[in-house]
């Protein structure tokens, strides 16, 4: 069946060093792939979207470009900030379909 | 900012007791999910409703667990005979859905479900 699979954490870096978050998916069709975050005492929250293949999608200084040969999307950011730390997911989902597939998380820690 | 609001925010209960959630989506919002979280996972699908049919349901949906959305409005997710596997955080979402591309699902805090 479809899955995502994430890198495990937790993660920690210092303040303004780089991030990637390696993520790589199972899927039978062509779906979209999402990373939502998750910031403590918060509920979870849409950070980018890709709809198709070699599709990035950005925000908040955060990158992630659907893979389709690879069958990745991982998340990158140049300079991270203490305000990053949280528990980041990656996700999949079919248009045509309601659920969507999140992966494991993995929690991020930015020291200062 | 009336995002998707959840009550309670945290349940303790004793095994074998019943408890109701209750997810307000955001208005206007004609589709609405439940997902389960447990410690250290992503959440998993549940079902979800568009206006007050329920379209879709998990396997993870035992016969222990009935949810509604009477007036395609609030939902409630109910769960019968509380088993202490059950404890997780319950988490709602909503979304209009059109035409087109695919609908952004908003998420709302999550009821925290402790079983005893």
């Known amino acids: 069946g479809d899955s995502v699979t994430q890198m495990e954490g937790p993660v920690t870096l210092s303040e303004e060093a780089f991030l990637t978050i390696n993520c790589t998916y199972t899927a039978t069709g062509y779906p979209s792939l999402f990373w939502y975050v998750q910031y403590p005492g918060e509920g979870l929250q849409l950070l980018l979207k890709?709809?198709?293949?070699?599709d990035k999608g950005s925000n908040k200084g955060f990158e992630a470009t659907y893979r389709k040969e690879t069958t990745s999307f991982h998340l990158e950011k140049g300079s991270v900030q203490v305000s990053d730390s949280a528990v980041y997911f990656c996700a999949l989902r079919y248009s045509s379909a309601s659920k969507i597939i999140f992966g494991s998380g993995t929690r991020l820690s930015i020291r200062p | 900012d009336t995002g998707v609001s959840q009550d309670p925010r945290h349940k303790i209960t004793k095994r074998g007791q019943n408890v109701t959630f209750r997810c307000d989506p955001i208005?206007?919002?004609?589709?609405l999910y439940w997902y389960r979280q447990t410690l250290g996972q992503g959440p998993e699908f549940l079902t979800y409703f568009q206006n007050e049919a329920q379209l879709e349901k998990s396997r993870l949906l035992s016969d222990r667990f009935s949810a509604e959305r009477p007036k395609g409005s609030f939902s409630t997710l109910e769960i019968q005979r509380t088993e202490q596997g059950d404890s997780a955080m319950y988490l709602c979402?909503?979304?209009?859905?059109?035409?087109?591309?695919?609908?952004?699902?908003?998420f709302g805090p999550g009821t925290r479900l402790t079983v005893l």
């Open positions: 890709a709809t198709k293949a070699d």
């Open positions: 979402a909503s979304s209009l859905a059109g035409q087109g591309q695919v609908d952004t699902q908003y």
């Open positions: 208005s206007e919002h004609n589709r």
